[in-house]
């Protein structure tokens, strides 16, 4: 009877501990989730920061200012443009332009 | 159990039996108390004393859920939230030293006495600065003063400017749709705020979740049709035109012929959406949708339809328009120019009032009224924009047939600019309605059958005169691409009286390309251009060109004009790959 109680008691003991300790990694834990939480945040912030940069950068006016005063970029006219078509059912015959 | 109060005799004669009783009788009473009290605590006000407990460290905070982004069809942000903080206090519990509102004041850019005004107000909640930057706010925090808050808010950014703010609206500073697609698309938009239940420490730090009151959804991106390079070049050459013909406003749309989808769509004057400053009520207006005018000569190519349809007329039967004048009960109508009798072809490539007249009073107003009807004249678009107008097409058993002459040239009806581009895609395709949309679409769209095949190819061809050197939309020609288009000049009604005025114009172009195999409508109105020019053929077509022209570079179409730079690859094994 006595054994019973001591063995009682000490397990009593133990899952005292071991709450106190439990409790405490996940107050441990959750602080750490916290802290993610806070960084995911903060990331959020400077993505969308970035994106927001991102596109202004790369608004049509500026990149086409850009292309023709300072690169001296033109778009070529049609007419010098050549188009090659790859078409399956075309076969080109010896003499033929178009 | 044994008793363990055993008085010896000796004791027990030295102290009075009574004080003993009265030790006793004493514990139990306080006993009782204690039992009594405990009960009362524990059993009859547990609920109270035990939400007054959780209330002094358990807290509700709320999880504010970023709106969605608004994305061009390419990805592109159009329309993105970014998250600020408000400033708020609770001037019931500010206490602040002067040197700390000196120090707040410096910070957020609000006056001493104005945070002071604010404090003494006596209400319970008061925004100090709404909006600013984190890492400003972050400092705030630093001063540590006592009843001063931070809000997390969104703020709501257009990177691309006054290029796309007709199309996309704008929101209020809560976040709330208030025009455009904001407001349309504001139920997919915004997120739902989440809520939840914590503990907080005494300095406020949270140390456990009790429970998720609410889970936050966050808003959903709207994936929109539009191409911003395509938008770009449409506003810019609009802009152009308009401030070159020192015009009242202009607008254009441009559609994708297979989809319906609105690959551009912009008015000029536009607004900067991040500017509140530069709005009011008259430059926030998207044009192309909310407004209608009446369409003028762009109209044309539908009553000549009807009338192939039904079998009154073919593309080279020839109307007698000598003299260039017609009389009808009181009215005339007149051309720009007499140039003999024409064929029906030649009536759309010269715009012959007089022609499209007599075309017109061949049809029973029924029959007219009809197909004008099923090509989504007189009803909204779906396209689901708000205030979206429906325009104006009355009832057929109205008509005088001085109405039904002049509406055959697009007087006494009116259309939006985009419901003329659409009604365009019966000819672009071989006679069918395309839905239109502003959503991605991507796949081909079903439309509505209006008018046969043959028709709609012989409308095609006669619009591909109209731009010919000798028709009057030559100026909308493309190197390397075949067009067709119609140009429209409408005089302009009074606002507050009836008729016309004789010197104000609206002068439109609506044309597709390629004329092969059509991809793309575009639609221009150019309002009250005063720089001298006013026919749709010289004020609006040469924007149809250049926009054109960039768009179909821009959507990689390979060309169909008399142009001989088309190789066709005879090396096809190399390329199989790379498609």
Known sequence: ?98 | MKVLFNPSRKTASLIPEWRSRLVLGFLLTSLTILISRAVYLQALNKDFLQQQGQSRHERVIKQNMQRGNIKDRNGEILAVSAPVRSIWIEPERVHATPEQIKQLAGLIGVKEAVIRQRIDSGKKFVYLRRQLPPALAEKVTELNIKGVNLKHEFYRYYPARELAAHILGFTDIDGRGQEGVELAWQDMLTGEDGKRRVIKDRIGRIVEDVEQIQSPKPGQDVILSIDSKIQYLAYRELARAVKKQHAKTGSIVALDVRTGEVLAMANYPAFNPNQRSSMNNEVIRNRVLVDTFEPGSTLKPFVVAVAMETGRITPDTLMETSGGKLKIGRAVIHDVRDKGNLTVSQVIQASSNVGAAKIALLLPPKTFWEMLNRSGFGAETGIGFPGEASGRLRAYNTWRPIEQATMSYGHGISASLMQLARAYTLFATDGELKPVTLLKRDMPAVGQKVISRETAQSVRKMLELAVQPEGTGSSARISGYRVAGKTGTAHKRFKDRKGYAKDRYISSFVGFAPASDPRVIIAIMIDEPSGGNYYGGTVAAPVFSRVMEGTLRILNIPFDGPLGNLVISPVRTELEDKG
């Not at chain 1, 000490?10 to 405490?24: H, K, N, S």
């Not at chain 1, 993610?36 to 400077?46: D, N, P, R, V």
């Not at chain 1, 300072?70 to 078509?85: D, F, K, S």
Request: glycine letters at 6%; charged letters at 25%.
């Open chain 1, 1 to 98: 009877m006595i054994k019973l109680n001591i063995f009682l008691f000490v397990m009593l003991v133990i899952c005292g501990l071991g709450i106190v300790t439990a409790r405490y990694e996940a107050r441990k834990l959750f602080m750490e989730q916290e802290k993610g939480q806070k960084l995911t945040e903060q990331l959020e912030i400077e993505w969308s920061q970035l994106q927001l940069e991102q596109s202004t950068l790369a608004m049509s006016a500026r990149v086409e200012k850009i292309a023709r005063k300072e690169l001296g970029m033109v778009t070529p006219p049609t007419t010098e443009n050549i188009l090659v078509i790859h078409h399956p059912d075309y076969t080109l015959t010896p003499g033929e332009t178009e």
